[in-house]
């Protein structure tokens, strides 16, 4: 099980202790793999983006105007953390309705 988020983020920390077994790709530094952020575009939709954050408060109208893949592409940070890998399955963020799929 793979965990893509940052270190320093509370959300991802509470996800990492519950899920002992998973494994943390630390997005400032790595990035998403070009398959897995296609992937999860295409199964969480504009979801994926998250809009609440300090990076997409930084952004020009004209940034945030862009295609979401480009801009996730270049502020990875932009994601909503953490994106959950389990095999097949991607999972979004660390609500009740992931913990509870994850924990069965």
Not at 36 to 47: K, P, Q, V
Not at 56 to 65: A, I, N, P, T
């Amino acid at each position: 099980m793979l965990l893509y988020g940052i270190k320093t983020c509370d959300t991802c920390r509470k996800a990492l202790k519950a899920l002992p077994n998973a494994e943390l790709v630390d997005i400032r530094n790595a990035g998403l793999p070009e398959d897995l952020l296609r992937r999860a575009a295409e199964t969480f939709g504009s979801a994926l983006m998250n809009t609440r954050s300090t990076t997409w408060r930084g952004l020009s109208e004209e940034e945030r105007g862009r295609d979401m893949l480009a801009l996730l592409r270049d502020h990875p940070l932009l994601m909503k953390r953490p994106l959950i890998e389990d095999g097949a399955a991607l999972y979004l963020g660390w609500g009740k309705d992931v913990q509870a799929a994850l924990a069965a």
